[in-house]
């Protein structure tokens, strides 16, 4: 394991490169050259925590069916490991479907959306413990070994109009903290 993935917050990150949170009704901001605002369609964003996380992979799975049920939205998932580790993570995670997956090792694009390191009682908290163990016994998702990516990264999720507004916007409070699509989906003006 890298040092990235086993050590709490310290190291190359500076705060000032992590702008705040966008807000709804702000413009969103780009997602590399891949993703632009405005488009057709009405773009969710998750940014994953590392690839091994059971609540990211738990996300990851809840985006893939909102994909699949949801045409109308183009869903974009982002991940901190390198494209190799990514690849061979979302074949754990049950396959990408109809998802855009990006890249995002350096973090510029999770900087850019107001998500940083977080603090270990974010990561290993009682409750955050707790809800890991239940995950793996009732869904049989288990934290797996990465080889890289940030155990302390904060994730996140965002829905953004065609327009280019931010419509839905909820950064992670705790590791365990899977998104509740359904909300996304509501603000975005469906059901």
């Known amino acids: 394991m890298s040092q990235p993935a086993s050590h709490p917050p310290h190291g190359n990150e500076r705060e000032e490169d992590v702008v705040p949170v966008p807000k709804v009704g702000d413009r969103a901001p780009t997602l590399g050259e891949t993703v632009q605002f405005p488009r057709e369609q009405p773009v969710v964003v998750v940014f994953l925590r590392h690839c091994g996380c059971p609540f990211a992979e738990k996300t990851f799975k809840l985006l893939a069916d909102l994909s699949n049920h949801h045409p109308e939205l183009h869903c974009v998932a982002i991940s901190q490991a390198p494209q190799e580790e990514t690849d061979k993570w979302i074949v754990f995670a049950g396959g ?20 940083g390191l977080s603090s270990a009682w974010y990561a290993v908290n009682p409750m955050t413990l707790w809800h890991a163990w239940k995950l793996g016994t009732e869904e049989g998702i288990w934290n797996r070994n990465t080889g890289s990516g940030s155990r302390w990264q904060i994730g996140g999720a965002f829905a953004v109009d065609a327009g280019g507004f931010v419509r839905w916007s909820r950064p992670a409070v705790s590791a365990d903290d899977v998104p509740d699509f359904g909300e996304a989906l509501r603000a975005l003006g469906g059901h």
């Not at 990408?96 to 998500?115: C, K, M, S, Y």
């Open 96 to 115: 990408e479907w109809e998802i855009e997956v990006l890249v995002d090792p350096q973090r510029t694009l999770f900087h850019a959306w107001g998500l």
